[in-house]
């Protein structure tokens, strides 16, 4: 058990332009969670996926962000033309239902949008 | 109205005091409860969870749960100041796990 991995752990990126991160559960989870994280707030919900479907993604949550789980491993998160908004800590977290969903938090992506 | 509130603090606190952390929650639906604690630049890590009314306590934190009144609570005895951090109240919500924004605690030596 390695924990969850979030790769890269900082981005800097343009305006305009599209980012893609990725996630590595806890092997045995089943399930995913990204959140969005802002100075000063709480873990702010994006979507989670149970295996490879996604079950619920934020109302919130802009088209330019699209999510994927293919196989029921790894997990992607796109954020396409970003934007100085999106600039944030993109956290990933993976539990089971037999935990109860307990979340296992990975150590993030710092995202910084010039 | 937020899912789940919680006072943003900063909330001071002696060493060796109890600090007493307080979150409401808005969707009686709500399922379980969690608090995590979240180091400055770090993640959050699960601390404790609590399903049922009443108290449950597990070394030096006491989390209460009251049902009929949408709140939960946590206790840290013996205040230490590697405690201090933020603490986020989660409620599970149809598996869906909904954050307040923090509580910032500190423990003044």
């Known amino acids: 058990d390695t924990g969850v991995s979030q790769n890269p752990r900082h981005k800097i990126t343009k305006r305009g332009q599209n980012v893609t991160f990725r996630c590595d559960p806890i092997s045995e989870h089943n399930r995913l969670y990204w959140y969005r994280q802002t100075l000063g707030q709480g873990p702010e919900f994006l979507t989670y996926f149970q295996n490879e479907a996604q079950l619920e993604k934020s109302r919130l949550l802009s088209d330019r962000f699209s999510a994927e789980r293919p196989k029921g491993s790894f997990s992607t998160l796109e954020i396409q033309r970003t934007e100085q908004g999106d600039s944030a800590m993109y956290l990933c977290a993976s539990s089971t239902r037999l935990s109860n969903e307990k979340l296992f938090f990975g150590s993030g992506t710092q995202l910084s949008v010039l | 109205q937020k899912e789940v509130e919680q006072n943003s603090g900063p909330l001071s606190v002696p060493e060796g005091a109890i600090a007493s952390l307080n979150c409401t929650y808005s969707?009686?639906?709500?399922?379980?409860f969690f608090w995590y604690r979240q180091y400055s630049g770090k993640s959050p890590e699960l601390i404790m969870f609590i399903y049922s009314n009443g108290d449950k306590e597990d070394g030096r934190f006491t989390a209460q749960l009251n049902k009929a009144s949408q709140y939960v609570s946590l206790l840290i005895r013996d205040s230490q100041p590697s405690d201090s951090a933020t603490y986020l109240c989660?409620?599970?919500?149809?598996?869906?796990?909904?954050f307040g924004k923090g509580t910032r605690l500190h423990i003044l030596p």
């Open positions: 969707d009686r639906g709500s399922q379980s």
């Open positions: 989660a409620v599970n919500r149809d598996d869906k796990i909904i």
